[in-house]
RNA sequence: GCCUGGGUGGGGUAAUGGUUAUCCUAAGGGAUUGUGGUUCCCUCGAUCUGGGUUCGAUUCCCGGUCCAGGCCCCA
């Protein structure tokens, strides 16, 4: 038997139902706040993906020749597209641009709880704005996306400036290797190389920073920096907009192109793989040919969004309807459920010669309603309409089942 | 790339170095040609893969593969 790739996954009707419900919730509260959604090609040119990851991350995409010899990759990420597309199409757009997406990516990588070589992002790009309102508009539908999922998840922000500021004396290699300890969360790492390199005078400091939760205390320990006011807007705008989150300067992201704000989400009880969103403020479209333009944006690993979700019921509230029907209903039958799902009503009939009582055996166990039409319906021009959880029914004619039924 | 534990019908399971591999459930049909969900009967359907040990392997050993979880990584 041929089998699934590895880390890929089927899904059944009630997952995927599951998903495009919470799917579509997403796309809502990013439509409201003015972000359209785009679509980029599922691969790329490779160069797209090294020109600032470098040829390491090769090794983790799924990457391939064209028969015109042209290096491609499917896509492990969606940011550097979306910019990509933003500087290719996006020149003449009003700024700034708001787009969201959602899409498959892949990554050659060993699968684990909530991580899979098919996997979906759903993120949203804020491109060619500066400010304090920006970052605060992009962090806040980031919240209002795993919100509206219905997850319970802790939101981090932090700021590259606080650290950067901290440790502006160091060299550029030294500033890297803290800021990737910082990243693992390992801060005795972080201290010991602060020692190694001769710069005792930063450890009290850095521990102080890395434990700070209020803005007063990051700068009781920095000082005033020349982004503080906004900073300090960014995080009065989400006061005003009452969005809980925790200050932690210790976030650092693994990433250079990160310019100011960055923040991340985590879920409970999923394991090692429990962050479920990261995102902050970048430069990115320069990279690829076009302005330096400021954006901000973010992805939510929507796989890990369905994960932390387990297994909350989803039940349809729309009703289900089987025609059932004897042999001389049957042309009747027809025409009934046409009407039916021409009025929006998911109806279903036999489509496996099945008698009379094997039909309503089906109907019980998928159905919520039975419309049962046979000798005495097509005489008298109606249908019986059977409830079959409540195993009442009466004789009704098709528009009033079309009333009743009608959501 | 590394480590740990697993793999028996569609799902869940039992057992075994040796006759026809157990049971539950799901699915299909029937009892029942105008009333389902209960009941009864029937049917379908499995030892991941390759090699080794053996008279004989689903069972023991080794490799692979897939799954679950962890490390590294995580754009």
């Not at 907009?241 to 200050?247: D, G, K, M, S």
């Amino acid at each position: 038997m041929i089998q699934k790739p590895r880390g890929t996954r089927d899904m059944l009707p009630d997952e995927m139902e599951k998903r495009r419900e919470i799917e579509a919730r997403m796309r809502g509260r990013a439509r409201l706040r003015g972000f359209r959604e785009i679509s980029t090609p599922v691969f790329e040119e490779l160069e797209l993906f090294t020109i600032r990851s470098g040829e390491g991350i090769i090794n983790e995409m799924y990457v391939f020749e064209d028969k015109g010899g042209r290096s491609l990759s499917l896509r492990p990420e969606l940011t550097a597209p979306v910019l990509r597309m933003f500087v290719e199409e996006g020149r003449s757009l009003n700024k700034p641009v708001k787009w969201c997406y959602f899409a498959d990516c892949f990554r050659y990588e060993r699968p684990q709880k909530g991580r899979y070589r098919q996997f979906w992002q759903f993120g949203a790009e804020l491109i060619g704005a500066d400010s304090a309102m920006a970052d605060a508009e992009v962090i806040i539908l980031g919240y209002d996306l795993l919100k509206t999922a219905g997850i319970r998840f802790v939101l981090k922000i932090g700021h590259l400036s606080f650290m950067r500021t901290l440790l502006s004396n160091l060299a550029e290699e030294d500033k890297k290797k803290i800021r990737a300890f910082l990243d693992k969360r390992e801060e005795d790492a972080a201290v010991s190389h602060l020692k190694v390199i001769g710069h005792e005078e930063l450890c009290e400091p850095l521990i102080r920073l890395c434990g700070a939760r209020t803005l007063e205390e990051v700068f009781l320990v920095i000082g005033e920096i020349p982004e503080s006011q906004r900073i300090r807007e960014m995080f009065h705008i989400l006061d005003v907009n009452q969005i809980p989150y925790e200050i932690n300067p210790a976030i650092a992201r693994g990433l250079d192109y990160y310019t100011g704000v960055v923040f991340e989400c985590f879920a409970e009880g999923l394991g090692a793989e429990n962050q479920i969103l990261g995102g902050g403020a970048y430069r990115l479209a320069h990279l690829f040919g076009g302005e330096d333009t400021p954006s901000a944006g973010f992805a939510i690993g929507f796989d890990r969004v369905m994960v932390a979700l387990g297994d909350s019921v989803w039940s349809p509230d729309t009703p289900q309807v089987m025609v059932v029907a004897t042999s001389e209903g049957r042309d009747r039958a027809l025409v009934v459920t046409e009407e039916l799902r021409k009025n929006g009503i998911i109806t279903e009939i036999d489509l496996m010669e099945r008698s009379f009582s094997a039909q309503m055996k089906t109907a019980g166990k998928s159905a919520d309603y039975a419309v049962i039409i046979g000798k005495e319906e097509v005489t008298s021009g109606d249908v019986t309409l059977k409830n079959l959880k409540a195993g009442t029914q009466e004789r009704l004619s098709v528009d009033d089942v079309v009333r009743k039924l009608s959501p």
